[in-house]
């Protein structure tokens, strides 16, 4: 795939879109991660301000271009934008990468993190090939627990003291998802749209792994 290739990639389902974020999505995620409920388990936030969340807008173009991580805007049909999944900590030899999503408090209970998760699953297997999905979650926090268990992810293990935030170290649950069990799970049975492309570097970087 050429550099040249635009640098956008949209996934759509029955009711969820993920997209690569543009300039414009600032003040919609200066919004919903300004709620401190929304980001009390992150290592960051919540936003202060619209600033905040520029910044991390600008700071994708890199990290993609660099194939560091992946972070797409989740926009459901009816809500507009609810909040970011993205893939990050890849390992291109060992072709898995983890999966990590947060939504605006509007979305919760929507089943906007199911559609989200099965259109992010369909990008690891089937855009990219890998073999793994990984994912965190605090065993505090149960809504994230219960969403990934629900939707396929096998628990494997705690990491304690995994990450910091608010002045504490912080557990997390890991878990993993393989390529069977998204093709034999209910993330494997939704339908989805694509338009646009991976971004090179991603495919690049996987294609000097294959030996």
Do not use: C
């Amino acid at each position: 795939m050429a550099d040249d290739v635009p640098d956008h990639l949209l996934l759509r389902g029955p009711s969820m879109t993920v997209r690569t974020p543009v300039p414009g999505d600032a003040t919609a995620l200066y919004r919903l991660a300004s709620d401190p409920l929304v980001t009390q388990w992150f290592s960051w936030g919540p936003y202060q301000e619209t600033a905040e969340a520029r910044a991390y807008l600008d700071r994708l173009p890199e990290q993609r271009a660099l194939a560091t991580q992946l972070d797409l805007i989740q926009v459901h049909r009816d809500l507009g934008p609810v909040g970011i999944t993205g893939l990050s900590e890849f390992a291109f030899r060992d072709r898995r990468a983890m999966v990590g999503s947060w939504l605006g408090r509007g979305a919760w209970g929507s089943g906007a993190n199911t559609e989200s998760k099965a259109l992010m699953a369909y990008l690891s297997f089937e855009l990219l090939g890998l073999h793994r999905l990984g994912a965190y979650a605090n065993p505090r926090n149960g809504r994230s627990v219960r969403a990934l268990e629900k939707v396929g992810f096998v628990r494997e293990g705690l990491l304690r003291g995994w990450h910091r935030h608010a002045g504490e170290q912080l557990d997390v649950y890991v878990y993993g998802m393989l390529r069977p069990d998204w093709e034999h799970g209910p993330l494997g049975a939704v339908p989805v749209e694509v338009e646009g492309a991976v971004p090179p570097a991603f495919l690049r970087r996987l294609q000097a792994t294959a030996a």
